[in-house]
């Protein structure tokens, strides 16, 4: 369906070269990350000779809005269990996926909640059949093995940053990474940093023989950083929430630079980015890669909701 031709740009920040992977550029609706966590999954869907494809997500969910897209051009149907009530989520990303063929299903927070439990699955197939389900953001095995798919072997940065909002992502990175490389993911949730753990059990899942490291918030306590890690130091007001300073920089940064960063991940993550080389936690010299996860079809339905000019 879409051909990785990876498109790179070079910025520059406090005299370090900086490579931006433009991952939003590989297709216009089924762009950033989101491609490489679907790919294998509607694959395999087809392998098991299912014609529905059923996934979870949020009211401003870019993996919702790239399934609907992915499964229109895969001619498979797609259902979407929406969080949230239906009179208070109406927006331009889920009316796009409606467009796109998507059959949107509401439930509350609660049931939400339970969308892993035996019984909620048991009650999915109940009321739409046979289907091949696909966890929220693309996380699991298929998910991991395709973003491994991210990062070309010849490329030999010494660190990788990824914004991380279920760790699949960056589960792939860490898995694809050559020895010597550090992957650093920035947390978009706030609270107990728990996709430290998230992404060390996808990696055991993929691969039950190998060990990987993968510290937490403790690594950019050191000198530099040194190895794998994910922070949620950068998390601010937390998941899609609005922050004032966060607004200000993704304007000074577009200006600056001319690439687009959408407000939930790839902001945080290039604020995250520039604090850290500020903070000399990157050792100067070192080639760095920011791998931009694409998002940006929902700034339209954050702003809308912050009312941001």
């Known amino acids: 369906m879409i051909k990785y031709e990876p498109i790179i740009n070079k910025i520059q920040f406090q005299n370090l070269d900086i490579e931006v992977l433009r991952l939003d550029l590989i297709d216009p ?12 999954n509607l694959r395999k869907a087809r392998q098991d000779e299912q014609k529905t494809v059923v996934t979870f997500g949020g009211a401003f969910s870019n993996h919702i809005a ?3 897209a992915a499964c229109k051009v895969a001619r498979l149907n797609s259902i979407g269990v929406i969080r949230g ?29 339970k ?23 693309g996380n ?37 990474a050559k020895p010597g490389q550090k992957v650093i993911g920035i947390s978009v949730l706030k609270g107990e940093n728990v996709l430290v753990d998230d992404a060390k059990k996808q990696l055991k899942n993929c691969f039950p023989e190998q060990e990987f490291t993968i510290n937490g918030n403790e690594e950019l306590q050191n000198e530099s950083v040194e190895d794998n890690c994910i922070s949620n130091n950068y998390s601010f ?32 993550l290039v604020y995250a980015v520039f604090d ?21 079809q929902g700034n339209k339905g954050f702003e809308e909701r912050y009312k941001i000019m």
């Open 29 to 40: 609706e089924i762009s950033g990350n989101k491609w490489f966590k679907l790919k294998k």
């Open 66 to 68: 790239a399934t609907a």
């Open 85 to 113: 009530e239906q009179t208070e989520i109406l927006n331009s990303t889920l009316q796009t996926a409606k467009e796109k063929g998507m059959q949107l299903y509401f439930v509350d927070r609660e049931t939400y909640a």
């Open 115 to 137: 969308k892993e439990t035996v019984e909620f699955k048991k009650h999915l197939s109940n009321k739409f059949g046979p289907h091949y389900l696909i966890p929220e953001g």
């Open 140 to 176: 699991n095995k298929e998910g991991v093995l395709g973003c491994m798919e991210i990062l070309k072997p010849e490329w030999d940065h010494d660190y990788v940053f990824c914004a991380c909002g279920t760790a699949t992502t960056y589960a792939g990175l860490v898995a694809s």
């Open 237 to 268: 007001n937390g998941y899609a929430k609005m922050d004032p300073e966060l607004i200000s920089f993704k304007k000074e940064f577009e200006d600056d630079f001319n690439i687009p960063l959408d407000h939930i991940y790839t902001n945080k």
């Open 276 to 296: 850290l080389i500020k903070k000399k936690k990157v050792k100067m010299n070192s080639k760095i890669m920011l791998v931009h996860s694409g998002g940006l």
